[in-house]
């Protein structure tokens, strides 16, 4: 019996698995001079959906974990390593992708701003607005349409926002946050006393530096009765030391046929 390379992707009787990967970042838009939704594609340079845009992705290999083939694969293509990576669905249509069968499972990420100007983008690399994407490769908008769903209806009950923001934040910063996810303008007001009633915020004592005019109050959760590192189930993140070991190593060359 011959051993699989690593680089294999892993097949089962009637299917090949991959993972893909969703990576949101908040950004600045130019056409309605807010924050707003942005994730990045690669461009497909090969048949099915040749010159298309796809998520982030490749083959599962025999010997690698699912986690640590999402990080690999997201840190590959982009040179990200963001600090909050789940897993979000797992995608599996027969007649998703021409040919074999292939089996999805999709991870989805959420970096800081900062940190997302740091991707690579090249003319096979690019970030697109969340709601304004053109027509991907296989079911790639469903995957990318369920995942915004999954985010708008979290941030409105639980500390996802937090992995868009630094561990000390203002609370006009936070209220952005809601505002570009859920695509609505927020009362200041209802915000804050809704988030003050809540009990997850501490006011840590420090102000905002260098303010102009009446500096801002710096918050940051209660993590108290909660791991720094959970995602917003409330499970701990156990990608964390995965994307850790990921960030150290250099990027390799970027995909430049994401999989299905």
Known sequence: MHAVPASSPRQTP????????????????????????????????????????????GWLPDGEELAAAAARTLHETTALAPTYLEQLYTFGDVNRSPGKRVVSIVYWALVQSDEAARAAESDNVRWFGADRLPPLAFDHNRIVEYALWRLRTKVEYSRIAHAFLGETFTLTQLREVHEAVLRKPLDPANF?????????????????????????????????????????????????????????????????????
């Open 192 to 260: 804050r006393r809704s988030l003050e009633s809540s009990g997850t915020l501490i006011d840590t004592g420090r102000q905002v530096a260098g303010a102009r005019h009446r500096p801002a109050r710096l918050y940051r959760y209660d993590d108290s009765e909660s791991h720094p590192n959970q995602g917003p189930s409330g499970s701990p993140n156990s990608l964390t030391a995965t994307l850790e070991h990921a960030s150290q190593q250099h990027p390799g060359e970027l995909h430049d046929d994401p999989i299905g």
């Open 14 to 57: 009637g299917a090949t698995l991959a993972v893909s990967t969703v990576i949101f970042a908040l950004r600045h838009d130019d056409s309605s001079d807010l924050k707003t939704l942005w994730l990045p594609l690669v461009r497909r340079t090969r048949e099915p959906h040749l010159n298309q845009w796809a998520l982030p992705g």
